[in-house]
């Protein structure tokens, strides 16, 4: 662990920032924001406090870069929108499998206060929701678009609840295969 703390590739800093975020991430969905502290989310990723600190300062930066959706919705929305559905299984599937974190999934388990619960729902709807709804065409694009929002929040609840269950075992194209076609409906309209 102290060379993964220590080392100056940019490899293995990544990693490090990697590991910080996957651990912020759970920190900041199983505990309310107060009982958070830099030090734990250090001892969880497997790095020192000053990782932390000077990859994200302070515990409000690090809670703002949690609750900021945006480049998960990028690479979810990546696609054009005749394959849209497949991509955005796809691309979840994968992201889970190799991060072993649904960029999603958080806005649902937040367990802060009313106002961190506010901004992450806020932010998931400006981010993910109302982007999506910029993309879709034809009527009734923001009813669409939470609806997706809801198959995907769904697909990575049920990929957490079954985590070696049969979706575990299926490739991310045989579960594209089965649940895109529903979401592609949506996109469509």
Known sequence: M?????????ETAATGKDAILLAA??????R?????TIRGIAADAGVSASLVVKHFGRKEELFNTVADFGPAAEELFDAPLDGLGRHMVLTLVRR???QKGDPLLRVVFSL???????LLRDRFHEQVTDRLTGRLPGRERALR??????HLLGLGATLSLHREG???RATPERLAD????ALQSLVEG
């Not at 102290?2 to 940019?10: D, E, G, L, N, S």
């Open 178 to 181: 089965l649940y895109a076609p």
């Open 112 to 118: 802060g206060n009313h106002d961190e619960r506010s």
């Open 32 to 36: 309310p924001y107060a009982e958070v």
């Open 166 to 168: 049969a979706s575990s």
């Open 2 to 10: 102290t060379a993964r703390v220590t080392a100056a590739t940019p």
């Open 96 to 98: 889970r499998r190799e």
């Open 145 to 150: 678009a939470e609806l997706i929002a809801g």
């Open 25 to 30: 991430r759970r920190a900041f969905t199983q």
